[in-house]
């Protein structure tokens, strides 16, 4: 059985004006970000390694949650939910968790109901931008700058 953890999305723009027309559409939405991570900057200041532009956002509608954290405080290991931005050429790949995840981890209902308008409004507001489902997921470079990771690793090894 193939079973997917997540949803991949394309968007054909660029990261930059992807990631501004996606959390403009969330707002519109009425989601709020809770937080927003910028993964690629992040390992490059920590580890050297250059990584396409990447981030996660944080989104959550606070009544939701609200929802949710009132029938169980477990459902605040669940929300914000998690949108992943990437970097693809000249596209934007975007990730988001698969609805059917829930389902198979067994989580109540009090829970999962709001999780899941949570995600419906996001897949709504990512829909209203023009953003393409794919079936599976397709070959991709990887995120890393393999040859600069590997001058860097050089390096450290003749500086040992």
Known sequence: MNFECCNTLVLDQPYEQARRRIL????????????DF????GIRRSAG?????SSVLGVGCPY?????FVADGAAAVFFPLHVAIAEHGRQTVVRTMAPQ?????GVAPA??????R???????????IGIRSISR???????????GAEEILHAEVKGL
């Open 24 to 35: 403009a559409a969330l707002k519109e939405h009425g989601l709020r970000v809770e937080f």
């Open 38 to 41: 910028d993964v690629a900057t």
């Open 49 to 53: 390694v250059k990584l396409a532009k």
């Open 64 to 68: 939701q949650l609200l929802e949710a």
């Open 101 to 105: 995840v829930l389902r198979s981890a």
């Open 111 to 116: 829970i999962s109901i709001p999780i899941h």
């Open 118 to 128: 949570t995600w419906s409004r996001i897949r709504e507001s990512l829909d209203a």
């Open 137 to 147: 997921a397709h070959e991709e470079p990887p995120y890393s700058d393999h040859e």
